[in-house]
């Protein structure tokens, strides 16, 4: 890694930045961090992850209710509360307590336009009980609950979280209209804590499916009757593929 690079990386930690949606998503204002990836420096968030946003378009509608497991900064949360608007409803679960801090921030300016968005700090696994959370070395969007990937630079400091199944929250929250997954490897560890999830409710799903995990994340998904797409890919030339991608999109079989 290079200096320059370790160098920003060092100045970005704590830093807190306002930033704007795209005015395809209400243009309304969040809090972000370059402390969570370098990228978060640049003022136009569209730059941020162009391929993010254009998901939530696809997959939220007006008055759905959305579950955004592994929110980070919320890119994803807000937009999605953007496009849900004031009947819809977004629960955000992200363990990181300083993210979940900005989450808080975003969410007491309460645009009325939005749906409401609740935040939880824990974490989301195939089992209730504690769990440890390593806090990346890099940016804090490379936190990891198992190995973690070469982005996350091996682990600064380790945080004990809470750990939930998504079956278990089924008891708690509204059931998703669209469930969107994005925990740094962990991913299969999530779809095995909901099954009854998968089986019964049947969310349109964005996943992000690292390398260790794509055969058990494929199978668990294919097992449940979904038809994987690349979410890189413009919708109107995918094809279904045989296994999960980096950008998975999962659809229900009608």
């Not at 998503?25 to 993010?52: C, H, M, Q």
């Not at 490897?185 to 804590?193: I, P, Q, R, T």
């Amino acid at each position: 890694m290079s200096l320059w690079r370790t160098g920003l990386e060092r100045l970005s930690n704590r830093v807190v930045l306002e930033r704007r949606l795209p005015a395809a998503f209400g243009g309304g204002r969040i809090s972000v961090s370059p402390a969570s990836a370098l990228k978060f420096w640049y003022p136009n968030l569209e730059r941020v992850d162009p391929s993010l946003l254009s998901a939530a378009g696809e997959l939220v509608r007006p008055g759905d209710v959305v579950w955004d497991i592994g929110a980070n900064v919320g890119l994803f949360t807000f937009a999605a509360a953007a496009l849900a608007g004031p009947k819809g409803k977004v629960l955000a679960l992200e363990p990181d307590i300083w993210l979940t801090g900005l989450l808080h921030r975003t969410v007491a300016r309460n645009r009325k336009a939005w749906a409401p968005v609740d935040v939880l700090s824990v974490a989301a696994s195939d089992q209730v009980g504690v769990c440890h959370l390593k806090i990346a070395a890099r940016g804090r969007s490379s936190n990891f609950l198992g190995e973690g990937n070469s982005q996350s630079g091996g682990a600064r400091a380790v945080q004990s979280t809470l750990s939930v199944t998504l079956d278990w929250m089924l008891g708690i929250y509204l059931p998703p209209h669209v469930l969107k997954i994005d925990v740094e490897g962990a991913e299969a560890l999530v779809l095995k804590g909901a099954t009854r999830l998968l089986s019964e409710i049947r969310p349109r799903i964005l996943c992000e499916v690292n390398d260790n995990s794509n055969s058990d994340v494929s199978a668990i998904l294919k097992e449940f009757g979904y038809s994987l797409y690349d979410a890189d890919q413009p919708k109107a030339s995918r094809r279904e593929l045989p296994s999960a991608v980096w950008n998975t999109i999962a659809y229900p079989a009608a």
